[in-house]
């Protein structure tokens, strides 16, 4: 017998890229491999090459390059993401190595439905260049944390995060290659977290519920 729930419609993404893509690519193989029950409705880049716009339509997926400079400034800009973003009706817009800063005004329009993935156990070493200021620190543990984006920097609820060791002889690219490794495990389960209505934001922080409120 075929059963098949009514009315359901898989979570629509819109991912946000500005470079090469690796994170976008954990998440459309997730989806292909069927462990992530969603779909990618555009990518939206600010960079005209970034790899991550080739990534998407080798997948058959819209890939749509927007200028900032023909836009008066950020919020204009954020505007138009926006309008794009709600044209596809999306209901999770993902953060995959995004490297502008979202405005204020676009971050609280979609709170509860905007993510981001750090390289770095935060709230340790937000901002560019974490793992180099993890090295430059001394810690023996960093990695990758998933978030819900705030007004902040790097500062939203955490969702999930993995731990890799830091090694004596790491350099910026061997930690950042270990943590990279972990972020393409992490980012696709946060997503599909949520797809099954089991994160819960309260005050600052995240609550992971053992089933979905929404078939209950
Ligand atoms: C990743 O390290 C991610 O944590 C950070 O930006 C990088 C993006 O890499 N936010 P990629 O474009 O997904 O390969």
């Known amino acids: 017998m075929v059963s098949m729930r009514v009315g359901m419609r898989r979570l629509r993404l819109g991912v946000l890229v500005s470079g090469r893509g690796t994170n976008l690519q954990s998440i459309i193989d997730a989806i292909e491999r069927g462990d ?14 970034a790899p991550a716009l080739e990534r998407a339509r080798n997948h058959g997926i819209e890939a ?12 204009a800009y ?5 309008s794009e973003l709600e044209s596809r009706n999306v209901d999770l817009v993902v953060l995959a190595g995004y490297m502008l800063v ?5 971050v609280r329009h979609f709170f509860g ?3 981001n993935i750090h390289p770095a156990l935060l709230p340790s070493f937000p901002g560019t260049h974490a ?18 984006v705030d007004e902040g920097v ?3 609820p955490i969702i999930l995060q993995a731990a890799v060791p830091v090694l004596e002889d790491d350099t910026e690219e061997t930690l950042s290659a270990r943590i990279l490794e972990q972020e393409h495990i992490l980012y696709p389960r946060a997503i599909q977290l949520f797809a099954e209505g089991r994160l819960v934001i309260e ?8 089933e979905n409120i929404k078939a209950r």
């Open 64 to 75: 749509l390059y927007l200028n900032p400079r023909n836009y008066p400034g950020r919020e």
């Open 131 to 148: 793992q180099a200021q993890a090295l430059a620190r001394g810690v023996k543990v960093s990695g990758c944390t998933v978030h819900f």
């Open 203 to 210: 005050g600052g922080r995240v609550r992971i519920l053992q």
């Open 36 to 49: 992530l029950a969603a779909e990618i409705a555009i990518v939206i880049s600010n960079k005209k090459n």
């Open 154 to 156: 790097d500062t939203g």
């Open 113 to 115: 439905r905007l993510m």
């Open 102 to 106: 979202l405005s204020p005004g676009f």
């Open 78 to 82: 954020d505007e138009a993401l926006k």
